[in-house]
């Protein structure tokens, strides 16, 4: 078995764990396929594990859905996407590297500004326009919109089940319309299909270990190593670029 394979492996074992499990660990899948390829053919690589995983939770998840909220949303998000698409086709292959390591840096400096300093700002009327559209460009480019996305959320006050019903549902439709930009790119192709499919069975167990774990884990402890793993990989991506 070769090092492509065992990166994509171990990308939908943390996939299925991330969606089914306490979220954040996206910011750790990207450069874990990247040991074995390029950042943009592993987006084409991981863009279609990640609908898998969509599918399974909207299918658990398939009630409550606040859709006023995913309205506001998602018509900017898929701004963000083409403009993500725009970005991604003519950007060379060595800056890529770089831009993802700052991306996630940045995603991890907000976790923690939210952490020590929670804010109403998201509840703005011009909110949903500036969150759709850098949540859609940030995970068009590297698959980092969760934190983002999920304050939205979080701020607006919406119930347990249907906070969790409408992430499911938001990041399904984004991450379907980043399909055919993948694919108008030429990442897609019958190669990139392949090596997805090959990570299903191991997104599948990480998504069952995922729901076990949920109920028996310290979430605040869980979140500090999330952080500090995705701080790691955003340090060698630097260090590599």
């Known amino acids: 078995m070769d090092l492509t394979l065992y990166c994509v492996l171990a990308g939908g074992l943390i996939t299925g764990f991330s969606k089914f499990s306490v979220g954040g660990m996206g910011l750790l899948i990207l450069p874990v396929l990247m040991l074995a390829m390029t950042g943009p053919e ?6 279609p594990m990640y609908i898998a995983t969509d599918l399974m939770a909207i299918a658990m998840y398939r009630r409550d859905v606040n859709w006023s909220v995913l309205i506001a949303l998602l018509p900017p998000a898929l701004i963000g996407v083409l403009l993500g698409t725009w970005l991604l086709g003519s950007l060379d292959t060595s800056a890529f590297t770089p831009l993802l390591g700052g991306l996630i840096i940045c995603m991890i400096a907000l976790g923690l500004w939210l952490d020590r300093r929670p804010t109403g700002i ?3 009327p011009v ?7 850098a949540a859609g460009f940030i995970s068009m480019i590297a698959n980092a919109a969760g934190p983002l996305f999920s304050l939205y959320l979080l701020e607006q006050r919406l119930p347990k089940d249907a906070y969790v ?11 379907a319309a980043k399909l055919p930009m993948l694919w108008s790119l030429g ?17 599948m167990l990480g998504a069952s270990i995922g729901y076990w774990l949920l109920r028996r884990l310290q979430l605040s402890q869980f979140k500090w190593l999330i952080r500090i793993m995705a701080s790691l990989a955003a340090i060698k991506l630097f260090a590599f670029s």
């Open 42 to 47: 592993a987006l084409a690589v991981l863009v």
């Open 187 to 203: 990442l897609i192709s019958r190669d990139s299909l392949t090596l997805s499919l090959y990570g299903l069975p191991a997104l």
């Open 127 to 133: 909110a949903a326009n500036v969150t759709g559209l």
């Open 122 to 124: 998201m509840r703005h």
């Open 165 to 175: 019903s409408t992430r499911a549902w938001g990041f399904m439709i984004i991450n």
